[in-house]
C-alpha cells in the first residue's frame, strides 16, 4: 500500500508488540528516564534538566562540549553523544564543520507519519464492542482498508482525514491503577494527520479544538457508555504542539523519521554515516533518528554504547560486568 514516505520497516515494532505486547512502566512514561537518570547518578554522574543544548562545541576538528541556552559551557572528556533530531544536527554543529554529502543527506530526511493526541481523565472507563462492550486497555479502530487508503490520500494532499479516522485509544489505568484516583481513569486517543496545512502548520493551532472534537464524536459511536458526561478533563496535543514540547518531534512525529528504504540500514541517519559515530571525532549520535528507528525499544542506546565504548578500549561486558559493579564502593 503506498503510505507517505514509508516502507515496511516501521512495522517491525508492532510485530514484535504483538507478540509479547506493549509494555509501560507502572507510574507512567515518565518513569523510564527517571530510572534512567538513577542509574547515572548512582554511578557518579549528574543528570541536569531545562538545560537546551544550543551548541556542540568542536575545537581541532573533535567535539569537546556543548553550549547550552543560558550560555554554560560543559567540557566532554571522552565524547559527545548526541540524540538532537538528526535534522537539527547540522545547525547545532555548525555546516562548515561537516562534509557537505552528510549535509546534503540530512537535508533529504523525511518526517514519519505525524500523530494528534487527546489525554483524557474520565469517572469511568470506555467501553467498546457490541452490546454494552467491555473494557480494554487498547482500541484500535479502522473500518476498512478502502478507509486507510483514503487516509493516506489525505495525509499526502495535506487533509484532515474526519470522515472515518484511524484511532488508536489506550486505558492504561486498567493495568496500572496509580495513574488515576480509585474509580477514575486516564484514556488516550491518537489520530493520524498530515503536519502541513494548506495555509501552514500553524493552522493547527485554530484547528485542533475542532478536530478533538471530532474525533470524540467519533469514538462515541464506538462505545455505549463514552459521552461528556464522563470527562472530567481533557489535553489535546497537535502535531505542531507536539513539536514544540520537544524538538526532537520534528514535523509531529515521535519516530524520528520516516522507515522508508532510503532511511533505514546504512542510510540512517545519513548514507554511510549509520555506524553511530558522526563525522567529527568524539561526536556519536543516538535515538530515534539511528537504526533501528522510533519507538522506545533502547536498541539505538545499546547499539550506540557498544560502538562507543569500543572506541574507548571498552566493551558492554565489561560495562555491565556483574563482578564489576559489585566490587564498586
Keep these: ?34 530510572a534512567l537518570a538513577a542509574v547515572i547518578e548512582e554511578a557518579g554522574g549528574t543528570v541536569m534538566t531545562s538545560k537546551s543544548v544550543q551548541r556542540i562545541l568542536v575545537e581541532g576538528g573533535r567535539a569537546v562540549g556543548v553550549e547550552t541556552a543560558d550560555g554554560s559551557h560543559f567540557e566532554a572528556k571522552k565524547a559527545v553523544v548526541s540524540t538532537i533530531h538528526i535534522k537539527h544536527l547540522p545547525g547545532v554543529i555548525g555546516e562548515r564543520h561537516l562534509p557537505d554529502s552528510f549535509v546534503e543527506s540530512v537535508g533529504r530526511w523525511k518526517p514519519s507519519i505525524a500523530m494528534f493526541v487527546t489525554h483524557y481523565a474520565l469517572s469511568e472507563a470506555p467501553r467498546f464492542g457490541a452490546g454494552h462492550g467491555r473494557e480494554s486497555v487498547a482500541m484500535a479502530a479502522l473500518e476498512s482498508i478502502d478507509e486507510l487508503r483514503a487516509l493516506l490520500a489525505d495525509q499526502r494532499s495535506g487533509r484532515i482525514h474526519l470522515d472515518e479516522p484511524v484511532l488508536l485509544a489506550i486505558t492504561s489505568s486498567l493495568v496500572d491503577s496509580s495513574r488515576a484516583p480509585a474509580g477514575q481513569h ?66 509531529g512525529s515521535c519516530h524520528g523519521g520516516a522507515a522508508a528504504p532510503d532511511q533505514a540500514g546504512y542510510f540512517r541517519p545519513a548514507a554511510g554515516w549509520s555506524s553511530y559515530r558522526m563525522p567529527i571525532a568524539g561526536l556519536y549520535q543516538t535515538g530515534a533518528c539511528t537504526h533501528p528507528g522510533g519507538s522506545i525499544s533502547g536498541f539505538p542506546g545499546r547499539n550506540c554504547a557498544a560502538v562507543l565504548l569500543s572506541d574507548l578500549g571498552s566493551s558492554l561486558d565489561e560495562a555491565v560486568n556483574p563482578k564489576r559493579l559489585a566490587a564498586k564502593p
Design 1 to 34: 500500500m503506498d503510505g507517505v514516505h514509508d516502507g515496511g520497516g516501521h512495522r517491525r515494532t508492532g510485530y514484535r508488540a504483538q507478540r509479547s505486547s506493549w509494555t509501560t512502566p507502572r507510574g507512567g512514561s515518565i518513569r523510564l528516564p527517571l
Design 186 to 251: 486516564t484514556f488516550k486517543v491518537v489520530t493520524f494527520v498530515p503536519y502541513d496545512l494548506p495555509g501552514g502548520a500553524q493552522r493547527w493551532d485554530d484547528l485542533k479544538a475542532e478536530v478533538s472534537a471530532a474525533i470524540f464524536d467519533r469514538l462515541c459511536r464506538l462505545s455505549p457508555n463514552l459521552s461528556s458526561r464522563i470527562v472530567l478533563a481533557e489535553h489535546v496535543e497537535s502535531p505542531l504542539d507536539m513539536e514544540r514540547r520537544n524538538p526532537a518531534n520534528w514535523h
